[in-house]
Each structure stands twice: as C-alpha cells, then as structure tokens.
C-alpha cells in the first residue's frame, strides 16, 4: 500500500526549498524500495515551519518541518512512514497548537488538499455553496450575503451584500465581477494563499457572484509580484471550463460565467479598485473619482462587482452553511472570520484564521511566539503600508474593526507587522511617505508633492534642523493629505506617520546628526 | 542610459506585430500585450508605441502614457537574471537594508543597476508576499524567503559565472 506525502506547493513553501525537498523525499524512497505517493498540497500556514512536510498514517497527518534536504535520510531512519518521532516532528498537524486554535471557514481545504484536483475540491465541501446558490433566486443570494455580515476584506470593510444588492439592482446589457487580487500590503499574503492553495473557492466564490448580481463576465486581477498564483489560477480557470463549471451555463444549469485571469504591472496604487478597473482597462492605474460607484458604473463603464481574494472566497462556506452560521463567529460589526498575517520579526510568522474578538497579544505572543530575533517587541503595523504602528502596550486591544479604529489604528486585510526593539521609528516614518511618494498614481496635489515634502520635513526633524517648526510643518501637511487626497494612498500616509510620531515621540527627538546641528 | 544600453537592441517589428495581433481581441488588450512584448524580447522597446496605437485604435501618447506608468515595463533589456529585493515594512524588520548595503559594498551593485556583464539586474520591490519569511527576494520567478548575505553572494557569483 502507498503512503502518502504531503510537499506544499505554495510559493512560501517553494522559497524554502519545498521543490528540492519534494524530489529527493521521491528519491530517497525509491531507494529504500518505499511506495510512497508525493501530493503537493497547499500551505497549512505554519510559515516559520515551511516545507512542512505531512505523512499520511493511520492516526491522521503527522507533521515534520521545517524540512531540508539533508533531514531526509534521518527522517526515514525514524520511521516517517509509520509518523516516527524526529526531532523535527510535531505530531498530526492539526494538534498543533497554531493550527488547532483557529477556525477555519474559508481557508478549510487550503493544505489538506491539492490545489488543482477538482475531485478533492468536490470531496472536501467544493461546490455546496454554488449548488445552493443555482436553487435560489439572485435576491436571496445578495441576501444571505447580506445578513452573514460579511465586509469587504480588502482593507475598507464595506458590507459586500450592500454592494452587491447595488449591482443586482443596476440594470444593465453586461455586469462584471472583478476580484481584486493585487495584495500588496506589506504584511499580507492571505489572497496568494488561497489562490495557490485553493483556488476553486475563489472561482466558486466568484461564479456565486455571478449569479447573484446577473454578471456574465469576470476578471481576476493578479499582482505580476505573484507569478505563482497567476499560474495556478490560470490552470483552475482552465479545469472548471473542463468541468463544465464555468463557462456557457454555469454546472451546466445556471447561465453563462466566463472568467479571465490578468496581471497587473508593479504598481501598488492598482489595489485601489478605481485604478485596478482603469488597469484592466489597459490605462494608466489613475483614480478614478466617485461618483459614479463601480457598482453602477465600473470596468468598461458597466456596473461592477470588485471584491478582495477573501471576501469572495468566503461567499461559498457562507451560501454552504447560511448566513447564520457564519455570523455565529466574531464580535460586534466584525462578524465571521479572519484571516490574520503574522508577519516580519516574529518566531512562528504564518496565517491564523480566527473569529474576530481574539486579542493582539494572542495572536502576536501565544500564538505567534513573541519577536523572531528574542529582543523585546517595540512597534507593530496592522493593516499594510497604510496602517498606523502601535506601541507593546496596544496588544490587549481585541480584533475588531471598531476596536482597532478606536486605537487610531486600522486593521485593513488583516496583516500584523512585528519589530522589535532595533526599529527606529523615525525612519519608519520617513519609509511612508517615500513609499506614497513612490506609488502615488499622481492625480491629486496633496498626495504627488506631499508625500515629497513630507520626505523632507522628516528629514528635517531626524537632522535636528529647525524641530519644532518642522513638527508643526508636519502636523500641517498631514492634515492636508488626509482632508485633500482623492484616495486612500495619500488619505491615510499621515496614519503611520503620526502614529510612529505619537506613540514614539524619543525616536524623533535624537541628539542631531553632526553635520545637520544648528 | 548607459553607453551598452543604448546600442539598438534587437527589435523584430514583425515578431512583434505577430504578439499584437494575437492578444488584440481581448477586452482591455494593452497591458496583456505589453506583458507578452515584455517577456518575447525583454523590454518594451519604444518602436511598438506606435504599432500598438494603431493595432488597438488609441492614441500614442496613451500608450506611452500606459507603458511608463507601470514599474514593470522598462524601455531596454534587462540582465539575464532579475534579482527583485523586498524592501517593504515587514523585510525592513528583518534586516533588508543591511542586505542592500552588504550588495552595494560587496559587489558595487544597488538596486536599479546592472552588472557591467549584463548578467544581473537587481531591483526593488515592495512585498512579495512572503512576509513570514523575511527578508525575500524573488531570482527571475523563484521566490527567496530568509534571505541571508551568504546567499545573496551565492546569486551573484552564480549569475556573473565568476569562479571564486
Ligand atoms: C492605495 C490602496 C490600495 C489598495 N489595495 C488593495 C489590494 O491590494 N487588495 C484589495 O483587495 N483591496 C485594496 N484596496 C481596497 C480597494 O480599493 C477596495 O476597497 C476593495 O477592493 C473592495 O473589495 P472588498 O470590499 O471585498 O474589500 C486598496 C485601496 C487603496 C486606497
Ligand atoms: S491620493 Fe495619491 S494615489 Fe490617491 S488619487 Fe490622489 S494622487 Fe492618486
Ligand atoms: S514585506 Fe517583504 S515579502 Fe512582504
């Protein structure tokens, strides 16, 4: 009898060698004369643990990692076969403490399965909620969506049923769904999770769109920073045509969903969903102002649906298990699940998907071990390039949209940033406004020349050269950026400027640099 | 622009008419296009601004307009190898400045430059989604994660074919 392997082939997984490990767990056997079945699964999402490798035993999958290529000869002398102890070992994956602490709704099948075979897709839960959506009529799709209080995970959090009733209601010769898939918050890889681990939860996710708002058409919107992605959303794309999934009449009983996969082009500013739309156009990523809504008037001028990876991949377990169920989890207005990011200087960095309510300093401390380097935890981002830093003392704060905000934070799509205490905030502050000046789609002045100046003032401060009159400079422009940008970008660059600035006033206060000294 | 990179790369107009019209039908048909021109030669060399305008009836400051917009399309070839460097938040809090800084002292190449063989070009990205495992970098499409001066010296001396 085969035992089966389990190698990921995920790109976090792939930049730790999981390819090289893959080959010669092949091979090793092959020499020992072993039946053994290599699957490449998605990631489970223990990054720190990459190439986590899983073997199939009687008891469940049994877990050993991180692997390398000269652990493998040792890790069959332990009997890996049979989930022989090692000293890599971490018993059956889902006992693992990181792992058996979440819930998972949307990222369920992502590492238990192979991306690409539609029949586990099916075995697994795949197509329930799609199914049940073909029963209903369109109003009551928008409406489980509605009442599962789910909101847009891309960063702004808007309830997707309110926008998605906006579509339905437009009348129109041609609707489209967009996924936003252009992740490019520092901190974030939820969205080329799913899609390289799962991604006929996003095609169904989106299909279910479709057929909600009556679009025949979609797109997905792939960052060219995730040429892995791009490929294996292309090779699903391809398999649910196959199926007879998408295509001219949806399973073959709906009407007619065709859907493309794009790349962008390295510009960050097409994550803003104006832009992303003037992209897919073939234009320049420039915002657009609104109104009009995409909703009513979005790619090509049709009404639009343009949702983030996860939003619409969490639609089927929604349309699966009802709106209900899926409301049962979280707190206050953040209902349902999220798929958090541990990120940067932390010991077990990877992706935790919980109900909202669990605190920061669970996630970042039980959970996520503290710092990767063991020095004392000094500032974490929440929310990307756009999200404000936050002192050790924040940490009790629950996740929450709401309690996040009332911390003058914003929790965004969901990644956490660790530093320790090496950081120089400052220079994190400086590092925001050259990013914006550097993104800036340039369509507005508050945000093209401001984040420049803002360069500067910055460095005016860390020089010690005129600091008072400087920080009132500074006070000044980021109120204008926030009050006078068309869009977020230069909207919310003051967050982690200021945030660095309140909460870490001493790291703007240094002895001056001894050519810059008054 | 360097002296090398000025000297006429090799532009095909006919192979790359050919890329055009291939991809010309779909909706929103230029950046596709210009992915498909960017990896058949390289580069987004400036003679397709005009077959592009006329094959997708728009204007040719719009498709230069398009072109110089993205950070993805440049105007001449590139090294024969792509090292992308993460230099965004969560790589910063891992040390990536130390690593470009171990690249300029190390081997006299920052972000933005060539090798003077035209084996390596190396470049700034921010995010590559591998923010657990920082700092990353991405060699051409094989992603880097816990990128390290040891292995960075490995890519260069692999890239330029120096034997130590
Ligand atoms: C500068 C900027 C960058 C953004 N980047 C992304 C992104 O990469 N991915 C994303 O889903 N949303 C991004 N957004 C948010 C989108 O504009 C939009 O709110 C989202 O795609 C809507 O989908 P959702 O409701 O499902 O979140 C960005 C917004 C701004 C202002
Ligand atoms: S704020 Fe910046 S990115 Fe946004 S529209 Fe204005 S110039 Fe463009
Ligand atoms: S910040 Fe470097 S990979 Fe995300």
């Known amino acids: 009898m085969t035992t089966r392997i389990y190698v990921p082939c995920d790109a976090a997984a792939l930049s730790m060698g999981a390819d090289k490990v893959a080959k010669a767990m092949a091979a090793e056997a092959q020499k020992r004369g072993l039946d053994v079945t290599i699957v490449r699964n998605g990631s489970r999402g223990m990054l720190w643990l990459e190439p986590l490798v899983e073997v199939e035993t009687t008891q469940g999958r049994v877990a050993y990692g991180p692997v390398r290529v000269g652990d493998i000869a040792g890790l069959y002398d332990a009997g890996l076969l049979s989930g022989g102890a090692h000293r890599l070992g971490h018993g059956l994956t889902e006992k693992i403490p990181f792992f058996a602490r979440q819930q998972r709704l949307t990222f369920a099948r992502c590492g238990l399965t192979d991306p690409l075979s539609l029949d586990e897709y099916k075995a697994h839960g795949g197509l329930e909620g799609l199914a049940k959506a073909l029963a209903l009529a369109p109003a009551a799709v928008v409406e489980e969506v509605t009442q599962s209080g789910l909101r847009g995970r891309g960063g702004a959090a808007f309830p997707t049923g309110i926008k998605w009733r906006t579509t339905l209601g437009a009348a129109a010769d041609q609707k489209y769904i967009v996924c936003n898939a252009d992740e490019g918050d520092s901190g974030t890889y939820a969205d080329r999770m799913v899609m390289e681990g799962d991604p006929f939860v996003l095609i169904e996710g989106m299909a279910i769109a479709g057929l909600a708002v009556g679009a025949t058409k979609g797109f997905i919107y792939i960052r060219s920073e995730y040429p892995h992605a791009f490929g294996v959303i292309q090779e699903a794309i391809r398999r649910a045509e196959a199926a007879g999934i998408l295509g001219k009449s949806v399973m073959g009983k709906g009407p007619a969903f065709h859907l493309e996969a794009r790349l962008g082009a390295g510009a960050y500013i097409c994550g803003e969903e104006t832009s992303l739309l003037d992209s897919l156009e073939g234009k320049r990523g420039q915002v657009r102002a609104k109104p009009p809504l995409p909703a009513i008037s979005g790619l090509f001028g049709k009404p639009t649906i343009i949702n983030n990876v996860i939003s619409l991949a969490s639609v089927p377990w929604i349309m699966a298990h009802g709106a209900k169920a899926y409301a049962d989890f979280g707190m206050g207005r953040s209902r349902g699940t999220l798929p958090v990011q541990l990120a940067g200087n932390i010991k077990r960095g990877g992706l935790f998907e919980t109900a909202f309510g669990v605190s920061l300093r669970t996630l970042i401390e039980d959970l996520g071990g503290g710092t990767h380097s063991g020095k004392p935890l000094r500032a974490v981002q929440i929310g990307g390039p756009l999200g404000a830093y936050h002192p050790a003392h924040e940490l009790d704060t629950l996740l929450d949209y709401e309690a996040i905000a009332a911390i003058k934070g914003m929790l965004g799509h969901g990644g956490i940033v660790v530093f320790d205490e090496s950081v120089d905030m400052a220079k994190q502050a400086r590092f925001a406004f050259e990013f914006c000046a550097q993104e800036s789609c340039g369509k507005c002045t508050p945000c093209r020349i401001g984040a420049r100046r803002g360069v500067e003032v910055v460095d005016r401060i860390i020089a010690a050269d005129h600091r008072e009159a400087n920080r009132v400079l500074l006070d000044d422009l980021c109120s204008l950026m926030t009050d006078g940008s068309l869009c977020a970008l230069g909207g919310l660059t003051p967050l982690p400027v200021m945030s660095a600035l309140h909460h870490f006033p001493e790291d703007f206060n240094r002895p001056a640099l001894p050519l810059a000294a008054e | ?164």
């Open chain 2, 1 to 164: 622009m360097d002296a090398a990179q000025s000297k006429v790369p090799d532009f095909d107009e006919a192979r790359a008419r050919l890329v055009i019209a291939r991809l010309a039908h779909l909706d929103g048909a230029l950046l596709p296009i210009l992915h498909e021109l960017q990896h058949e030669f390289g580069y987004v060399d400036a003679r397709n601004v005009p077959l592009l305008a006329e094959a997708l009836n728009i204007s040719r400051a719009d498709v230069h307009g398009t072109i110089s917009f993205y950070h993805d399309f440049k105007s001449a070839p590139q090294g024969r190898h792509v090292l992308k460097i993460c230099r965004a938040e969560a790589c910063q809090s891992m040390g990536c400045e130390s690593l470009v800084t171990h690249l300029a002292q190390a081997h006299k190449l920052a972000p933005g430059e060539t090798t003077g063989d035209k084996a390596l070009s190396v470049e700034t990205v921010y995010c590559l989604g591998n923010c657990a495992l920082s700092p990353a970098a991405m060699l051409d499409d094989e992603l880097i994660g816990r990128l390290d001066a040891d292995r960075l010296d490995q890519i260069v001396l692999d890239a330029t074919g120096m034997r130590s």
